[in-house]
Every structure is written in C-alpha cells, then in structure tokens.
C-alpha cells in the first residue's frame, strides 16, 4: 500500500466518524518513518486502524472494512482493532510516530514505532509475520540491541520471550550471514595482487628473460656439449646456414 493510499483510508475514516486521530498499528504503520517504503514489504491491503480518542467508534469503520463497498472499489480498506490487537511494548504510546503529512483533510495518523511493530510481529509468529520481520531486519530498519530491550518490556510469559529471543537472534544471524558472503563475493571478484605478475606483460618479459638466458649459455657451451658437437655433429659446412637475424633484432620484435 502507498502512503496516498493510507492517506485516503485516514480521510474516509474521519469522514465517517468525525475523528482526528487515529492509531495506525499494523505494518501500514511503516508508512510513519519511511513513507516512501518499497510495497512488497507493506503490500497488506487492510490498515488496522483504532480511534485514539474515543476508542468506541473504531467499530464504525466497518463501513470501509474488508468486503465493504469501498474495499470493492479501491483494494484497500480500514480494519478496526483496538489496544489488545497487539502485544506491544510498555511505552508504546510515547514512542508513537506522526505520520507525515498528506491528503487527509486534517485526519493524524499516529504509527506504532518500527521496533515496537517488529516485537507485536514476533509475538504474534504468523508465517508471514516472522517473513515481515526477517525483512525488517534485512533492510536495517532494525536494531538487535534495541529489540531485546523492548522484548525484556513486554508483557508476556518467559516461553514467547525466549522463543522470540531466538528468532531476532536468527533474523540478525541472517543478515550477518549475507554479508559476509558479499564481503567474500567482493574479495573474489578483485585481482589480487599475486596475480599482477600473470598478466601478458608480465609473462612477455619473462619470456624475454628466459630467451636471452639461453642464448647466452649457448655461445658458452660447455665442455661436454663442445666434445658431444664434436662426436655427434656433421661439420659446420653441412649444417644449414644461420637465419641471418642478430640479437638486437630479436630484442626489437
């Protein structure tokens, strides 16, 4: 879902219960600190929404909730919740975000914090929430640290909090693992610098090196090799005649 998108679920929202406020507590409210968040990972069409000053009117959203006519014209739609949708943090409230404005007639959307949403998420542990968060993680929206802070505030048994506690450790052991597969990728991809003397030139010069060892070992033969020519050889005369190139002229090629 789009911020514009948000937006027009906050202006219909207000029209309809002549509210200002309204607390956003879903992943939608992402939309608080980055509105301009890629959509796969706000791609929920329903924005949980709960009237922050007078909570009994949340379940007037209904009239733009799932199935209603509005959620057949646009996509989208408001889905009432109130303060036990969630398992949050203590301090929640104080943490919330302002959304940031846009076309909503005045209407305020008031976004649960990235890692107060990411603990509501963990303690929930849907399939797709663990998916949400793991990619929360990923993109470094995340703190570890942070996070186990807020998980030791949270009001819930000591299970749900070491399960949760291994789970974050996962999300965060993850994105490590990444990483330092990039990090080996990258070291891969580069010439290292034992290979600097495997390039053409390299290997030219010392062949060159090499070429030049050998002819000066053959104008000095040894007295083996002059007693084998001797023995073995046919006379100079027979031999056929020199190509005629000098040295200098084999160093120019």
């Not at 791609?43 to 949340?58: N, Y």
């Not at 807020?150 to 450790?169: F, K, S, Y």
């Not at 990728?185 to 290292?192: E, L, M, S």
Request: charged share 35%.
């Amino acid at each position: 879902m789009k911020k514009q998108e948000l937006d027009h679920v906050l202006r219909a929202a207000g029209r309809i219960t002549g509210e200002r406020q309204f607390i956003i507590i879903g992943s939608q409210s992402l939309h608080g600190k980055y509105p301009d968040l890629a959509d796969e990972i706000v791609k929920s069409a329903e924005v949980d929404l709960l009237a922050a000053k007078r909570p009994g009117r949340t379940e007037w959203l209904n009239a733009i909730g799932v199935y209603s006519r509005f959620h057949e014209t646009f996509g989208y739609y408001a889905d009432p919740v109130d303060e036990k949708t969630a398992t949050l943090p203590k301090g929640w409230k104080g943490r919330l975000v302002n959304l940031p404005p846009g076309d909503t007639e005045g209407v305020k959307g008031l976004c649960l914090e990235p890692h107060d949403l990411a603990i509501a998420k963990y303690v929930a542990s849907r399939e797709k929430d663990l998916v949400f968060t793991g990619e929360l993680a990923r993109r470094g929206i995340l703190s570890e640290e942070r996070l186990l802070s807020l998980l030791h505030q949270t009001p819930i048994d000591e299970q749900v909090r070491n399960r949760i506690r291994d789970q974050i450790a996962a999300d965060f052991q993850a994105v490590k693992d990444r990483d330092s597969v990039r990090e080996r990728d990258t070291a891969i991809g580069q010439k290292p610098a034992a290979d600097a003397a495997d390039d053409p030139e390299a290997i030219k010069a010392r062949g060159r090196t090499e070429w030049l060892k050998l002819r000066r070992q053959a104008k000095t033969p040894s007295p083996t090799r002059k007693s084998t020519r001797a023995r073995d050889l046919p006379p100079r005369t027979e031999l056929e005649p020199d190509s005629g190139k000098s040295l200098d002229e084999d160093d120019s090629e």
